[in-house]
């Protein structure tokens, strides 16, 4: 009797496993790249131009939560993209300089693993980090900052002022491309690997017997012909491609100039909402219906809805360990708040 129980038991697990491998040889056929666990070959994919030092990103998590970047003085890049969570605001409009809330009623994208993006905000029209970080600085109804008023008081600053001789030499200029682009080094380093980049990897068992059967509805779905590669999303797409959707009278974003819309990341997606450009679908299970009316012209399930959702479930990854820095005091000549 024992021979056929332990028979029985290497049988399932036989099954498991060869399941396990043709869901991911399936998952790797459509497109999806796992994070890779070498640090040597995750820093190949973040810093290919060799800009990242300890000095820099430093630095540069001391100005993304640096509130004096602002015209108010009173918010700073983890106002909207805040890190504990998941790198939004948990709002449907961004909310900036005077309490204004985004005019196209944009929601903020999250900036946890957005340098594996091809296109920065929802419009794609940044290609990098280091340049998206120019845009709500100086944007009216964001930060409202002047790139001389950054540069003021970050050089009125004796602490930033050493601090970027550190990082970048003695005869470094501390001018405004410099600033935001010391902010993307840090950004960079926002990276969050997850139990389905286990899986991806080789680990059979990351995932569970239900996660796996939701990755394969994902898959079966079409969902990858838009949330592939190594983000699950960041690049350039057509939307409302098989219908419309439902909420599109909710701002006034129509995309690009050819109407693509950057595909959101679905890695933290459970961390996220609300969902789409103007976030006006609060719960997951509803956004992954919209998905399939909006975008593949299907009616998805509820059974398949909760099979895709269990698997996006899986994507919550391992944050970066982040502490809240210490920033310097500000001088006589700091030029001070301005909330006009």
């Excluded at 290609?127 to 003021?152: F, I, N, R, T, Y």
């Excluded at 970050?154 to 002022?161: C, F, G, H, R, T």
């Amino acid at each position: 009797m024992k021979s056929y129980k332990l028979l029985a038991t290497s049988l399932v697990a036989t099954s498991l496993l060869f399941g396990a491998t043709s869901t991911l040889d399936t998952a790797k056929k459509s497109g999806l790249v796992a994070i890779p666990e070498s640090k040597a070959d995750l820093s190949k994919l973040i810093d290919p131009d060799k800009t990242i030092t300890d000095e820099r990103v430093e630095l540069g998590k001391k100005l993304f939560f640096e509130p004096r970047l602002s015209k108010s003085g009173i918010i700073s890049c983890n106002t909207c993209h805040n890190l504990g969570l998941g790198g939004a605001d948990g709002v449907s409009a961004a909310v900036g300089h005077k309490w204004t809330a985004n005019p196209h009623h944009l929601n903020s994208p999250t900036v946890y693993n957005a340098v594996f993006f091809k296109a920065q905000f929802w419009d794609g029209r940044s290609p990098h980090l280091e340049d998206q970080a120019q845009g709500p600085m100086q944007a009216g109804p964001e930060m409202a900052s002047p790139k001389e008023l950054v540069e003021k008081r970050i050089n009125s600053i004796p602490e930033y002022v050493a601090e970027f001789q550190k990082a970048y030499g003695k005869d470094v200029k501390i001018d405004f491309e410099k600033i935001t682009a010391t902010i993307g080094i840090f950004e960079r380093t926002l990276v969050t690997p997850s139990r389905f980049d286990d899986f991806l990897n080789g680990k059979k068992d990351a995932l569970s017997v239900a996660e796996q059967k939701g990755l394969e509805t994902f898959i079966a779905k079409g969902c990858t012909s838009c949330h592939n590669g190594i983000a699950l999303g960041g690049t350039m797409q057509p939307f409302e491609l098989a219908g419309k959707y439902k909420f599109a009278d909710v701002g006034d974003f129509k995309g690009d100039a050819k109407g693509m819309v950057k595909t959101p990341t679905l890695r933290n997606i459970t961390e996220t909402a609300p969902y789409f450009h103007n976030g006006a679908i609060w719960n997951l299970s509803d956004a992954v219906k919209e998905m399939g009316s909006t975008q593949l012209g299907i009616k998805i399930t509820d059974a398949e809805t909760d099979e895709i959702v269990t698997f996006l479930k899986a994507l919550k990854g391992r944050k970066p360990e982040v502490t809240y820095p210490q920033l310097p005091e500000s001088t006589m000549t700091t030029p001070q708040p301005d909330f006009k």
